[in-house]
Every structure is written in structure tokens, then in C-alpha cells.
């Protein structure tokens, strides 16, 4: 079976600071990859997608992806975080037998203004 | 405006005592799912179904039923098999059930054992 590993649970920036955040996968074969964000109060929500081509998938908000197959990897990043980007961060991957995702742990990121 | 609407927002259960979440969708997609969320643990499927009355298991559906006898609607039931039904459950619905379709979520429930 897949799985999902987010290994930072919770992270604290200050304003204007770099984000990465890690997301490995342990399916072998061909992957579907996302990114969802859940802010205070609100429901979950996509923030970027992986499917095939340019491995470097921009999405919403200034946030971007790098998909590194060799790594198995997926690493969510932002080169400078607002107070507005506060908020829980998944990883989600499906192996493109249906639609069944397979989320991370998820990483709770906390912005100082 | 077209979403997900989970209800209630919190719900408390006597042991013993089955309990029945609701989702609702008004966006005319064929995909619904269930999710349980727990700390540190992500998100879980529990049930799916990708078409009316059709639905499939997933990881955690022991302890739990489904139904889809309408296209908007995918009713959750936390039986008393449930052992540990405390948690947070999320309602998705995606316009297919092919991998390329995103999910979109509602705003959860809030399962507690009194």
C-alpha cells in the first residue's frame, strides 16, 4: 500500500521567511500528486496538483511544487510567507487507479507577523 | 453559490448509539468520499463512491455504512462497532472518479463520545 510521509508536523516562520515543506511517497509506480491547504475555519482546499510534464508546478498563492521522481519526493515551497498563509498544509498522492488519495500526516504552519 | 455541505457541525454520541453524518453536494458531481481526520494522522478514507448506488470501502470502513441512493447525497453512519469514533469527518466530491479530478471538501463534523 502507499503511503504519505510529512515529516515537519508543525512549523513556526516569521514574516518574509522561506517555507519548505517535505512530502515523500513510498508508491513505486506512476503518480498523481497535491497539495491541499486548510485555513482557520475554512474547509480544505487545493492548493496545486501534479500530473505529468514540467515538474515544477506553480499554484495558487505564490506557492510552488517540485516534483523529484528519483527522490520520491514532492516538497511544497514559498519564497516569502505572509501572516495569511497560517494554516495546515497536506500532502496527498494517488496512483492513478482511481481517485483515491492517500494524504500525509499534514504540517501545521504558523506565521509571525 | 455550489459546495459541500456537512451536517451537523458538531455531534456527541452515547456509547452504543449509531449516528448518521449527512453530506449533501450541489456541484452535479458523480464522486463522493468520506474521510476521518485525526492528529498527526492526515486524512483516511473510509468510504467512497464514485457513481449512485455504488459505493466502495476504503482503508478504515470497518465500523461504518454508506448509502448513495442520490446523486447529491452520501450519508455517513458511525455504527456502535465503531471503537473509536471520536474524530473530525470530511464530505469530498470530485465531478468523476478519474484520478485527474480534485476533490473539493466540506466544512466537516465533529464526532465526541460522551
Known amino acids: 500500500a502507499q503511503s504519505v510521509s510529512q515529516h515537519n508536523h508543525h512549523v513556526i516562520l516569521s514574516e518574509a521567511a522561506s517555507l519548505e515543506l517535505g512530502c515523500n511517497y513510498s508508491?513505486?509506480?506512476?503518480?498523481?500528486l497535491f497539495w491541499y491547504v486548510q485555513y482557520p475555519g475554512q474547509h480544505l482546499q487545493l492548493l496545486l496538483k501534479?500530473?505529468?510534464?514540467?515538474?515544477l508546478v506553480k499554484g495558487i498563492k505564490g506557492f510552488e511544487a517540485e516534483f523529484i521522481k528519483s527522490k520520491f519526493s514532492f516538497n511544497l515551497r514559498k519564497p516569502s510567507v505572509q501572516w495569511s498563509d497560517t494554516a495546515e498544509y497536506f500532502c496527498a498522492v494517488n496512483n492513478n487507479a482511481g481517485n483515491m488519495l492517500t494524504f500525509g500526516g499534514g504540517t501545521r504552519l504558523m506565521v509571525k507577523p | 453559490d455550489g459546495g459541500i455541505t456537512q451536517s451537523p457541525k458538531y455531534l456527541f454520541r452515547k456509547e452504543g448509539q449509531n449516528v448518521t453524518l449527512s453530506c449533501e453536494q450541489n456541484l452535479n458531481h458523480d464522486a463522493m468520499y468520506w474521510y476521518r481526520q485525526d492528529p498527526g494522522q492526515g486524512l483516511r478514507l473510509i468510504y467512497y463512491s464514485q457513481i449512485v448506488n455504488d459505493f466502495q470501502k476504503g482503508d478504515i470502513a470497518e465500523g461504518y455504512s454508506v448509502s448513495r441512493e442520490k446523486k447529491e447525497s452520501f450519508p455517513l453512519t458511525v455504527t456502535s462497532a465503531q471503537k473509536n469514533p471520536t474524530a473530525f469527518y470530511l464530505c469530498?466530491?470530485?465531478?468523476?472518479?478519474?484520478?485527474?479530478?480534485?476533490?473539493?471538501f466540506g466544512d466537516g463534523t465533529r464526532l465526541s463520545i460522551l
Open positions: 469530498a466530491s470530485s465531478m468523476t472518479g478519474e484520478f485527474n479530478q480534485p476533490q473539493h
Open positions: 501534479y500530473f505529468s510534464g514540467d515538474p
Open positions: 508508491y513505486g509506480g506512476t503518480v498523481n
